[in-house]
């Protein structure tokens, strides 16, 4: 099945709550799960609500990784959106659940833009020529 991305939900349920609670560590550990999925990172954004909780997106050429968490619970909710062949979300995942001590993640898999069949693969981004043609 040829699609044009990959969409893994994540959810980190039974984490440390303070690997959840605290800014830098969050916002730290989503740049290098962007990394370990060997992503080209673009912009990083995170907002810290009071008394607790996060929310934060690293957007990616690829994409991007969004987090929201409730310490409180123990709980946070990952997408790991990324397009093409080039990167590894499955690493991103692995990284976060490791990082914020997830005793019981759920990670699910989606197709997103799923396109006929093509006798090629899919460019990850479109070239110059490309965009020139459709203008």
Partial sequence: MH?????LLV?????????????????????????AASATIVDVSFHEFSPFGISGMVVIAESHLSIHTWPEYGYAAVDIFTCGDLIDP??????????FESRNPQVMEMKRGILPPFNERLPHKVSGDAVDSYV
């Fill in 3 to 7: 699609a044009l991305g990959k969409h």
């Fill in 11 to 35: 959810d980190l349920r039974d984490c440390r709550p303070e690997a959840i609670r605290d800014l830098g560590l969050v916002k730290d550990a989503m740049v290098r799960a962007a990394k």
């Fill in 90 to 99: 499955e690493k991103a995942a692995a990284y976060l659940i490791e990082r």
